[in-house]
Nanobody, 118 residues
Framework: QVQLEESGGDLVQPGGSLRLSCAAS????????MSWYRQAPGKERELVAS????????TYVASVKGRFAISRDNNRNTLYLQMNSLKLEDTATYYC???????????WGKGTQVTVSS
């Protein structure tokens, strides 16, 4: 079955950096476009960044452009999100998933908490 395990979240000051990781298993990771999502308390899940199966065509929500970088290592079945210049509004639980699994509730991992606090 699909298993996604996010890690790397932490408490960080505004302007700081974090690198999130997503370990994937249970599917052919290298054949799937992958995305990072985030959800703040009381808010809907938001798509943050996506990347093609080979690492091509990374895309970002406007609010993180120039600050975040999505990447992947298909040999390790791992997705990454480098987050720089963090802002208070980046505070959320961050999740990874493949687009084809995003509509399946049971496919989501537990996420990793990012808290940006001044």
């Amino acid at each position: 079955q699909v298993q996604l395990e996010e890690s790397g979240g932490d408490l960080v000051q505004p302007g700081g950096s974090l690198r999130l990781s997503c370990a994937a298993s249970g599917f052919t990771f290298s054949m799937k476009a992958m995305s990072w999502y985030r959800q703040a308390p009381g808010k809907e899940r938001e798509l943050v960044a996506s990347i093609g199966s080979t690492g091509a065509n990374p895309t970002y929500v406007a609010s993180v452009k120039g600050r975040f970088a999505i990447s992947r290592d298909n040999n390790r079945n791992t997705l990454y999100l480098q987050m720089n210049s963090l802002k208070l509004e980046d505070t959320a639980t961050y999740y990874c998933n493949a687009a084809i699994f995003a509509g399946i509730k049971g496919s989501w991992g537990k996420g990793t908490q990012v808290t940006v606090s001044s």
